[in-house]
């Protein structure tokens, strides 16, 4: 692939996300936020362009594309609403991983559903004590016959208490990432609940809460991969997963890009209209650059992930890394654009710069990136 070009295949998928999103979810994103509604109808809607398992293979009833494709998909679905894409691409890292290391049983038991969001899938690695050192997770797995008794909390959970199938990091071995499986707990097994829907700054349209897991029996037959690799599998899901939230960064930064464009050639000031003025000029030319330039930096991961190149997993924290900061920045250069009105929920401009601050957290923060980064330059 030209790493300056999109083939024709990509540009379709591009367009067909950019006409969803305006017509299913730009008219309506602001409610969402507003009322804290959770878009499922919308969502399903996406599963019905594939956009639900835009990498579970084709023989699994996915679409079977590329970490670039999903990056494409996840930014203009971020022009619109860049919470209800987060949400998209975390049900997308789940299905994911069942296809990827399911058995053959456990996918042909969920994944038909997760295909067609008929139900939605949780990713839980985070716990209240272990955060940035996922690998010190203390969710416990205790095998007895042909099930697991697992005990523990999960925290900060994306669909927690509406999604139906939850992919959790539990501790079946000793300390360290060795010790750590993943299994699949549905939402009606007994023992599993959920706290309070947390009170978010931004992500309004979906909803956040604890995972509780009170000794609850889970099948051993619900293991995703083998005993100890959990940890693994939860590192590669997060190669995607970091590329979506960064695209979805670059999506909702280019929004406000072109909502700043528009507002600065309207609004008139001392005489002019505000974008005649080469201050305005220069602050909307290093957004644009800027922005294009982690656009370029997050292809070129995306391209690296997908063929599972050595220094994937360097390029994808690069490209979050990058493409996170950045577009907070540019969402804040456009809000400063706005002057007052960019402060006002009369705008989309203060709902993205909520959305958007998360996504410097999210998927490993922004300082463990560059941990792993420069880990691996000097190792």
């Known amino acids: 692939m030209n790493p300056f070009d999109l083939t024709d295949d990509q540009r379709d998928i591009q367009e067909l996300a950019r006409r969803f999103t305006a017509d299913a979810i730009t008219p309506h994103a602001a409610e969402w936020d507003e009322q804290h509604i959770f878009p499922r109808d919308t969502i399903k809607q996406a599963a019905d362009l594939g956009f639900a398992a835009i990498y579970v293979s084709e023989e699994s009833g ?11 998909i996840m930014e203009a679905m971020a022009y619109g609403c860049p919470s209800t894409s987060a949400f998209i691409s975390i049900h997308n890292m789940a299905a994911w991983m069942v296809d990827a290391f399911g058995s053959p049983e456990l996918k042909a038991r969920f994944l038909p559903d997760l295909v067609t969001m008929d139900r939605l899938a949780s990713y839980c690695l985070t716990e209240p004590s272990s955060g940035s050192d996922a690998a010190a997770l203390k969710t416990k797995a205790v095998r007895d016959g042909d099930d697991y008794i697992v005990t523990g909390t999960k925290q900060f959970i994306s669909g927690a208490g509406d999604n139906d199938v939850y992919l959790v990091m539990v501790r079946t071995g000793g300390e360290g990432p060795k010790g750590i499986s993943c299994l699949l707990v549905e939402k009606d097994m007994p023992g599993v609940s959920f706290g309070a829907n947390e009170r978010k700054l931004g992500w309004h349209s979906q ?13 051993a037959a619900n293991l995703v991969g083998v005993e100890g690799q959990g940890f693994s599998i939860a590192m590669q ?3 995607g997963g970091r590329l979506n939230i960064g695209a979805c960064s670059l999506g909702g930064a280019h ?25 305005t000029q220069f602050t909307l030319a290093d957004m644009a ?3 294009e330039a982690a656009r370029a930096l997050l292809y070129t991961a995306a391209a690296k992930v997908t063929a599972n190149a050595p220094d994937k997993t360097r390029f994808a924290a690069m490209a979050k890394r990058f493409a996170t900061d950045t577009g907070s920045k540019v969402v804040d250069q456009a809000l400063q654009l706005h002057g007052g009105y960019g402060y006002l929920m009369d705008y989309p401009i203060e709902r993205f710069w909520r959305d958007l601050r998360v996504h410097s957290i999210l ?17």
């Open 62 to 72: 996915g679409i079977g594309l590329g970490r670039m494709e999903s990056a494409l």
């Open 207 to 219: 909803p956040t809460r604890a995972v509780i897991l009170d000794q609850v029996r889970v099948p």
């Open 237 to 239: 899901g997060l190669d």
């Open 255 to 279: 929004r406000c890009l072109d909502e700043a464009i528009a507002y600065t050639k309207a609004r008139q000031q001392f005489g002019k209209p505000v974008a005649d003025f080469q201050n």
């Open 289 to 291: 650059t800027e922005l």
């Open 363 to 379: 998927e490993g923060t922004n300082q463990v990136m560059r941990m792993i980064i420069g880990r691996e330059l000097v190792r």
